[in-house]
């Protein structure tokens, strides 16, 4: 059985860093896409960065390029998210996916980020949270 469990997320003050971590259980990292996902109250989650693992290849948002920074470990069936130059519209669930489609790193390939429909497997989230 596939698992997620993100960790890492926190409150802090904008202009900080936090390093969000994903880490997979039931499934080897080697050749998947993982994708993190941002939903803030009121609004419709939001794709912020994406990896496909078996060359590292990564996405980003407009939003966050320059400032996050995706990456992995597969030897610790892990990715992580390095959040630096936070402000307080990056607050946030935020959520790893993954998915282990060749379709769907395809499509992270051409496309960039992907639909949060593209992903099978989630996990349960981690609060970020930024003051001004």
């Known amino acids: 059985q596939v698992q997620l469990v993100e960790s890492g997320g926190g409150s802090v003050q904008a202009g900080g860093s936090l390093r969000l971590s994903c880490t997979a259980s039931?499934?080897?990292?080697?050749?998947?896409?993982v994708g993190w996902f941002r939903q803030a109250p009121g609004k419709k989650r939001e794709g912020v960065a994406a990896i496909y693992t078996g060359n590292g290849s990564t996405y980003y948002a407009d939003s966050v390029k320059g400032r996050f920074t995706i990456s992995r470990d597969n030897a610790k069936n892990t990715v992580y998210l390095q959040m630096n130059s936070l402000k307080p519209d990056d607050t946030a669930m935020y959520y790893c996916?993954?998915?282990?489609?060749?379709?769907?790193?395809?499509?992270?390939?051409?496309?960039?980020?992907?639909?949060?429909?593209?992903?099978?497997?989630w996990g349960q989230g981690t609060q970020v949270t930024v003051s001004s």
């Open positions: 039931g499934f080897i990292y080697s050749r998947y896409c």
């Open positions: 996916a993954a998915d282990t489609s060749p379709v769907v790193a395809a499509r992270l390939e051409k496309m960039g980020l992907v639909p949060e429909t593209e992903y099978n497997y």
